[in-house]
């Protein structure tokens, strides 16, 4: 573990109902369901962080959690004389804020207080439910090198795929100016995005592709 991982921390979303996958996710969150026998979905970003070398791990769960709760809890334990964790933060309501998440960012909100907890400098935000490899070591040191205030890390997708996806527009030097969420007619794919709008601090770092085709959203790293 390099200086730079010692000082990242990683936040998985946990997910919410999983609709497009029910029955699977009738007893279950998405980031639970089985995948190759004894493992879950969520086993993947998990591997893709310690692989990375991210040993310092949030799960962010709410809706029908306990079995991931469970998994989690059950597979994942480091030495007591290391820093490295993987921890469920659940949802709670508190004197401050009685509302249980209200989506992606509101999740991260309101659990601001325990990622600030430790001297961290950056937060990979990933989801619990991906299907992908990925060296997050790589997005970190590329962030670094840019200077950008919020690097994205999307794949690669073509056209019918979009319609399930959030997708960005980037410049020729990968820098992200729109963005658009579940587009429902092709024309939005092209039309969308003819003004800038966000600053150039925000990077597009993808993941190599053969295919030519937009970028969809996966993760991001803010720094502190």
């Given at each position: 573990?390099?200086?730079?991982?010692?000082?990242?921390?990683a936040i998985i979303m946990g997910g919410g109902a999983g609709t497009?996958?029910?029955?699977?996710?009738?007893?279950?969150?998405?980031?639970?369901?089985?995948l190759g026998g004894k493992y879950r979905l969520v086993d993947i970003p998990i591997s893709n962080c310690l692989n990375s070398g991210l040993r310092q791990v949030y799960v962010l769960t709410q809706f029908n959690s306990e079995s991931l709760n469970r998994h989690i809890a059950d597979s994942y334990q480091f030495d007591r004389f290391t820093k490295s964790f993987i921890e469920i933060l659940a949802a709670q309501q508190t004197p401050e804020d009685a509302r249980w998440y209200q989506g992606t960012a509101d999740a991260v909100r309101q659990n601001l207080r325990y990622f600030l907890q430790r001297p961290y400098e950056y937060y990979l935000v990933l989801s619990g439910d991906h299907l992908y490899r990925m060296d997050h070591g790589d997005l970190l040191h590329e962030h670094v090198r840019t200077g950008a205030d919020v690097p994205w890390a999307p794949p690669r997708s073509t056209g019918r795929r979009l319609r399930a996806l959030g997708f960005c527009r980037a410049t020729l030097n990968d820098v992200f100016f729109a963005l658009k969420k579940n587009p429902r007619t092709p024309s939005s794919w092209t039309s969308y995005g003819s003004r800038p709008i966000c600053s150039k601090s925000w990077a597009v770092r993808p993941i190599p592709s053969s295919t030519r085709a937009r970028w969809a959203s996966m993760s991001l790293i803010a720094k502190s």
């Open positions: 573990m390099t200086t730079l991982q010692k000082k990242t921390l497009r996958l029910f029955p699977l996710t009738q007893k279950r969150a998405k980031p639970a369901v089985p």
